[in-house]
Each structure stands twice: as structure tokens, then as C-alpha cells.
Nanobody, 125 residues
């Protein structure tokens, strides 16, 4: 099993920054992709960003390109989502996910087999 634990959420004003962390433990060799999704009440889970563990390639949703950066620390099995210039529409619960996934499927929530508990991000106007 893989366990994912997110942290770093909170309340920030529009234009501010937050850094989310996701620590992976357990059978981490069983996945090749890690990703971040977000969800608000009544809406489907939305892709934010993904990272390939092998070649460090990243992919971002158009809505966050240029403002969010995904990175990985192999020593700690941790991925980080640096979020800059946050906007009120970014208010959501952010989830970390991992799985053995093809590059074509990284934006699809159901492709991921492991999920964290989520961390709330609230961006005030």
C-alpha cells in the first residue's frame, strides 16, 4: 500500500502564495506518476498538476500554468506544489494522488490508485 499525507493548506489573500507538500510512504516503487487535484463542493475533482517520477516531466492545467510549480525531493519521497499568485477561484480541497499511469491519463482522477486525505486552501478576495 502507498500512503500519501498532504500538508500546507491554509487561508491566504488573493495574490499570495502557499506551498503544499505530499509525503509518500509504503510501496512507493509501485507508482510512476504523482499528481495534484482539487475539488470544491458539488463539483468533480479537477486536475491541477502531475509529475513523472522517472524523468521529472511535469504537466499543468492551463488555469495554473506560470503560477504553480511542482517539484520532488527523492530523499524524503515528497512532492511540493508551490502556488503563487493565488486567485479566489483556487479555493478548494487539494488532493495528492499517485499511481502507475500512462502519460495520456495523468489528468484523469480515476487513473490514480492512491489518494491523500486532502488539505483545504482558501483564497480570500
Amino acid at each position: 500500500q502507498v500512503r500519501l499525507v498532504e500538508s500546507g493548506g491554509g487561508l491566504v489573500q488573493a495574490g499570495g502564495s502557499l506551498r503544499l507538500s505530499c509525503v509518500a510512504s509504503g510501496r512507493t516503487l509501485r507508482f510512476n506518476k504523482m499528481g495534484w487535484f482539487r475539488q470544491t463542493l458539488g463539483k468533480e475533482r479537477e486536475f491541477v498538476a502531475s509529475l513523472c517520477s522517472d524523468n521529472r516531466s511535469t504537466r499543468y492545467a492551463d488555469s495554473v500554468k506560470g503560477r504553480f510549480t511542482l517539484s520532488k525531493d527523492d530523499a524524503d519521497n515528497t512532492i511540493y506544489l508551490q502556488m503563487n499568485d493565488l486567485k479566489p477561484e483556487g479555493t478548494a480541497v487539494y488532493y495528492c494522488a499517485s499511481g502507475l499511469i500512462s502519460s495520456m491519463s495523468v489528468i484523469t482522477p480515476r487513473a490514480y490508485s492512491n489518494w491523500g486525505q486532502g488539505t483545504q486552501v482558501t483564497v480570500s478576495p
